[in-house]
């Protein structure tokens, strides 16, 4: 299946974030970094899924990740967590393809 999805690209209005799993809680912990990316459909209802595990969380890793699994001309939104409010920004121009 994983051979399969990576003929797909994600397309049209697209939100990305990354995350840490596994390992304990706390600072200084062996969590791996994974970006998640999420298609949504005219109405905002996510569609399709892309994850997968980052090398470190830099601007690199995750533009190589939007660059692999997301099309050319989709609205990217980066979320961010910023003083306990949930914003969402476009990073499309922001990226080369």
């Given amino acids: ?6 003929q797909y690209l994600l397309s049209g209005i697209v939100e990305t974030d990354e995350t840490y799993v596994g390992g304990k809680r706390g600072r ?4 791996t970094p994974v970006q998640v990316a999420v298609s949504l459909d005219a109405d905002g209802h996510p569609r399709f899924v892309k994850m997968g595990v980052l090398k470190g969380v830099s601007g690199e890793s995750t533009g190589g990740f939007v660059r692999l699994n ?5 609205e ?10 949930l914003r969402a920004t476009v990073l499309t121009p922001a990226v080369e393809f």
């Fill in 1 to 6: 299946m994983g051979g399969r999805d990576g």
């Fill in 28 to 31: 200084g912990t062996e969590k």
């Fill in 70 to 74: 997301i099309a050319k001309g989709s």
């Fill in 76 to 85: 990217v939104r980066v979320l961010l967590l910023w003083q306990g409010v």
